[in-house]
Nanobody, 120 residues
Framework: QVQLVESGGGSVQAGGSLRLTCRASGSILNVAAMGWYRQTPGQERTFVATVLTDGGAHYSDSVKDRFTISRDGTGKTVYLQMNGLKPEDTAVYYC??????????????WGQGTQVTVSS
């Protein structure tokens, strides 16, 4: 069984920084990609950033140049460094991941979410 656990959310003033961490654990053979999405009340979950096994990263236009996604050498931990935070970045941030387990079955999961609140 595979699970994703996030940490690092909190409250910060506009212009501040936070770092989110997501760790994948369990019967993981490989990780194809991990990323971050965010959601505000009454809205759909939207893409923030993703990092692939080759280290390639993609960002939404709203966070590009302010957020940086990275991964550790195992690919099982992904970080989201958020700088220059704005009130509109306030949301619940969800980690997403996909890959294969030891039985070579695909897995695709969401984390439990972590709240980020940016005050003006």
């Amino acid at each position: 069984q595979v699970q994703l656990v996030e940490s690092g959310g909190g409250s910060v003033q506009a212009g501040g920084s936070l770092r989110l961490t997501c760790r994948a654990s369990g019967s993981i053979l490989n990780v194809a990609a991990m990323g971050w999405y965010r959601q505000t009340p009454g809205q759909e979950r939207t893409f923030v950033a993703t990092v692939l096994t080759d280290g390639g990263a993609h960002y939404s236009d709203s966070v590009k140049d302010r957020f940086t996604i990275s991964r550790d050498g195992t690919g099982k931990t992904v970080y989201l460094q958020m700088n220059g935070l704005k009130p509109e970045d306030t949301a619940v941030y969800y980690c997403s991941g996909r890959g294969q387990d030891y039985s070579k079955r695909p897995w695709a999961l969401w984390g439990q979410g972590t709240q980020v609140t940016v005050s003006s």
